[in-house]
């Protein structure tokens, strides 16, 4: 890290360069026009002011997930405000053989539809990762309390099999809310019929066809209660089967949550470009005025490899940081504030 530099662009009237040696911790303090720059060794902590105000996140906006930056849509039906996408969160595993193939290792890992990641796209056309029920729930042992995070991100949880119920019962009942479960249907759950994996030599199958998700309800030893819909009429239904095998997860939202990955989708909070070029990182985003935010870069392994200190953000601030003993990779550069979150996938070579 030897004569590795920081340049940050505070307005068009400041810019502070930092000289960073490995040698020592850095301690600088600086004013300007009555405000306070302190920056100790790659942390930089600045205040500025300006006037505007954050918006309050409500269903229906996006659920940023900010240990991988992925964003889900959202909706609300009657009560319960759910992702409108399938789950794609963890570790890509091959399904290359039957029965249980993952691990108690605290790193959640999904199948990808006949082996292809590409496929753990959640777009329309792809339906998100299959997820064993033990890897659904993160290893609970025997019926876990509920509501069980399991999986989803901050403040969101596995929906428990009473709440697959309050579903289905808001849109009709069994007979008819599968119709308005499908991609198209009136709830807005968009529940892509993607099959399932097989825990009988690991194939995936769209016999029938139908779409499964996990509940957190077990069953017994062996079974677990998930919901399904059926692509040839509009039930919707729960029963229990192996939890081996691999089904889709959506997250519903807890009850109270200040979750810090629920994102406005007007927010001023955000990063506006990141350019990388040679040695450099630009970053250039919109901040939170007269609060505290954080900011890091971490390799998809969720390694931390920059971050800096708490720090206080106005309005089109850039970062500029030496990527000079950083690998070749894909990186997840995080921004966050308190309740704020946002993320963006970066390529650094």
């Known amino acids: 890290m030897a004569n590795e530099t920081i ?32 920056i100790f060794g790659l942390a930089i902590l600045f205040i500025c002011n300006t006037t505007t105000i954050l918006a309050q996140w409500t269903c229906g906006d996006i659920l940023l997930d ?5 964003s889900y849509s959202t909706v609300k039906i009657g009560e319960q405000c759910w992702m409108a996408k399938n789950l794609n969160y963890g570790t890509y595993i091959a399904s290359n053989g039957g029965g249980s193939l993952t691990h108690d290792d605290g790193i959640v890992e999904k199948y990808c539809w006949n082996n292809n990641p590409d496929n753990c796209d959640n777009s329309t056309a792809h339906p998100g990762g299959y997820y064993e029920y033990y890897e659904a729930v993160q290893y609970y042992s ?15 949880h596995l ?5 697959f119920a309050e579903l ?22 968009e529940g ?17 066809p139908k779409g499964f998700w996990w509940s957190s309800t077990n069953y017994n030893t062996n079974e677990a209660w998930y919901m399904d819909i ?13 939890k081996s095998l691999g089904f889709n997860i959506r997250c519903v939202k807890n009850e109270t949550s200040t979750s810090i990955n629920q994102i406005k989708n007007d927010e001023i909070f955000k990063i506006n470009s990141v350019v990388n070029s040679g040695n450099k990182l630009t970053v250039n985003f919109s901040g939170i005025p007269n609060s505290t935010f954080h900011l890091k870069v971490s390799d998809l392994n969720g390694r931390q490899v920059f971050a800096t200190n708490k720090a206080s953000a106005t309005k089109k601030c850039t970062i500029e940081i030496n990527t000079q ?24 070579r």
């Open 7 to 38: 340049v940050v662009f505070f307005n068009s009237d400041l810019t502070l360069t930092i000289n960073l040696s490995n040698s020592k911790p850095l301690l600088y303090e600086k004013f300007h026009k009555n405000k306070s720059y302190l």
């Open 66 to 70: 900010e240990r991988d930056g992925q």
């Open 142 to 156: 025997g019926q876990p309390t509920e509501p069980v995070q399991g999986a989803c991100p901050d403040g969101w």
């Open 159 to 163: 929906p428990a099999k009473t709440e």
């Open 168 to 189: 289905i019962t808001h849109l009709g009942g069994t007979s008819v809310a599968g119709a308005a479960l499908k991609v198209g249907g009136s709830s807005g759950f």
């Open 192 to 208: 892509v019929i993607a099959g399932w994996r097989c825990t009988s030599g690991g194939s995936f199958l769209t016999l029938f």
């Open 230 to 242: 059926d692509n040839t009429n509009p039930y919707a239904s729960q029963t229990h089967y192996g």
């Open 325 to 348: 003993g950083f690998s070749d990779s894909i990186y997840l550069l995080t921004i966050f504030n308190g309740d704020k979150t946002v993320s963006k996938k970066i390529m650094i």
